[in-house]
């Protein structure tokens, strides 16, 4: 970093540059592959051999604090350090920084709320741009049944916001405050998937900036080539900038039921009844350890959106343990929110800060009791810590997003292993992420993949063999939309 003389052309021209912390970025030194940075704009500039940066609305931060935040994610596991972040001002502002990474070789990534666990929106040495500020929530259209938002709004907005008008999206994360931009690039899985298939396909149209710098709208009927690349594309050829998500009328109240069973072989018959069936608008379940540490009892948690649920209908034909069956009726947004005390609490007792070595694995239905059986006979509470496991169905027949890879079975099951563990006892967390390459080697064996959101070993083969038949169009996308390969080096896939 370094100061340089001052001259009246260069101030005018660098009028309304990034500010951080005091500083103004006044330039990029693409030699030293760094910035330049002036205590105020006002007296110094930036000289010879530096690049000037392209006017924005927002700010360019190059201070400790903004690069060591983004050098972390939920996972706490990978540190990669960028050399500066971007607080759009507007879309033009990705469009310009896009540009401009590609001009000068540095890469780049979007991030959303930093949810993912493995270091999947870090740019080790490069711009981290952070979606956050582009939040807009359009108007909700009655008629036309979709709202219109910016990547970086929270789930939990879009959805008050649609609720407001009788309205909701079709599918929900368990937990409502990721980015949407962030959900959109892996799937958006969920309870309501076996109805409404992912988060990704409830979208009519994005709004997205290649990685060539290109500001494009793309739907199913319009660039459909780069809106398939873009949906589940792990943010390699172009980063989302908006969305129009479909929406449905939303019920009021729902009536949630928690089903006991200590079979597993039972349990997953019953949720692949539920889903085939479709009588339920959710069905999820959790595994959970016995007196003994093992991990053989199971909870199916199915919801009914009907407006006066009959009982013996819904649970008509289940085989779950006649005793320990619960049921609340719950405000619909309750329902959806039900996550926020637990994470509330985890946050209070340090717990949110832990480091997160998740296994998210979605494997073949026919083969679910044998290898899940097997992954969750070598699991312990101790190597699960105070996180959950979940394993639930979801309908092949309603997922239509190319890039959202499950494995060719009718109903695949994702299996989640959400670990908590210490985040400085990094021996216990090497090898917990060798137990989920073990176990992902074990589902792909299966026939199954990963659900790319967690924390799993993963070099360039493995993401051809996990996009399958995918690859081709993803990898001529990427050419195509991202030349010069600047998006998303976090994910390791190119
Ligand atoms: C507590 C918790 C609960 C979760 N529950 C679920 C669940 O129920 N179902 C489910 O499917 N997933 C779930 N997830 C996983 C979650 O959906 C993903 O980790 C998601 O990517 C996080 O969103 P984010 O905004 O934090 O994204 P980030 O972590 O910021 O980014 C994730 C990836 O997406 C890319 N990206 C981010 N924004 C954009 C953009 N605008 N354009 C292009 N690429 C972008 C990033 O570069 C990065 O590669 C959960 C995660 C957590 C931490």
Redesign the pocket.
């Known amino acids: 970093m370094s100061q340089l003389p001052s001259s009246p052309s260069r101030r005018a021209a660098l009028r309304g540059l990034a500010v951080a912390a005091g500083a103004v970025v006044i330039g990029f030194d693409p030699v030293g592959r760094s910035w330049a940075v002036a205590a105020t704009s006002s007296d110094t500039v930036a000289g010879d051999g530096l690049v000037g940066l392209p006017h924005l609305d927002g700010t360019l931060l190059t201070d400790d604090a903004s690069l060591a935040a983004d050098a972390d994610?939920?996972g706490h596991i990978v540190h990669r350090r960028p050399v500066a972040v971007l607080r759009p001002g507007s879309v033009a502002d990705v469009v310009a920084m896009v540009r401009f990474c590609g001009a000068h070789g540095l890469k780049t990534?979007?991030?959303?709320?930093?949810?993912?666990?493995y270091g999947?929106?870090q740019v080790e040495g490069g711009l981290v741009i952070e979606?956050a500020p582009l939040a807009e929530i359009g108007a909700v259209g009655p008629r036309s049944r979709t709202v219109t938002v910016g990547?970086g709004a929270k789930w939990s907005d879009v959805t008050k916001a649609a609720l407001a008008h009788g309205l909701t999206p079709p599918v929900f994360?368990?937990?409502l405050e990721?980015?949407v931009?962030?959900?959109l690039?892996?799937?958006?899985?969920?309870g309501q998937s076996h109805h409404h298939g992912a988060q990704v396909d409830n979208v009519t149209e994005l709004r997205v900036v290649t990685g060539a710098g290109e500001l494009v709208r793309c739907s199913p009927t319009r660039h459909r080539e780069l809106f398939h690349a873009v949906l589940a594309g792990?943010?390699q050829c172009?980063?989302?900038?908006g969305a129009t998500i479909r929406l449905l009328p939303a019920p009021t109240t729902v009536r949630h039921y928690l089903l006991p069973y200590d079979d597993l072989n039972t349990f997953l018959a019953d949720q692949r009844l539920l889903v085939t069936d479709g009588r339920f608008g959710y069905v999820e379940g959790q595994v959970v350890a016995d007196a003994n540490g093992a991990f053989r009892s199971y909870l199916l948690e199915a919801v009914s959106y009907d407006a006066h649920p009959d009982d013996a209908r819904l649970l008509a034909g289940l085989h779950h343990n006649p005793t320990g069956v619960q049921t609340a009726d719950l405000a619909y947004y309750d329902f959806l929110d039900r996550?926020a005390p637990a994470?509330a609490a985890l946050k209070a007792a340090g717990l949110w800060a832990y480091a997160h070595p998740w296994l998210n694995l979605l494997i073949p239905g026919d083969k679910a009791a044998s290898v899940a059986g097997g992954i969750l006979d070598a699991l312990t509470p101790a190597d699960l810590g105070p996180g959950v496991v979940l394993l639930y169905p979801l309908l092949r027949e309603r997922l239509h997003t190319p890039l959202l890879r499950t494995g060719d079975d009718p109903v695949p099951y994702l299996l989640a292993v959400l670990r908590t563990t210490p985040p400085d006892d990094t021996a216990t967390v090497q090898r917990l992420l060798a137990a989920n390459r073990t176990a992902y080697e074990a589902v792909r064996a299966a026939g199954g993949t990963q659900?790319p959101?967690g924390a799993i070993p993963f070099d360039r083969a493995d993401w051809r063999t996990h996009f399958g038949s995918a690859w081709p169009a993803l990898a001529a996308a990427k050419r195509h939309y991202d030349p010069r390969g600047v998006l998303?080096p976090?994910?390791g896939i190119f």
């Open positions: 994610d939920f990534a979007p991030r959303g709320q930093g949810h993912g666990a999947q929106a979606t990547a994360t368990d937990y990721l980015s931009g962030g959900t690039s892996v799937g958006g899985l969920g792990l943010g172009a980063v989302i900038v996550l994470v659900y959101v998303v976090g994910q």
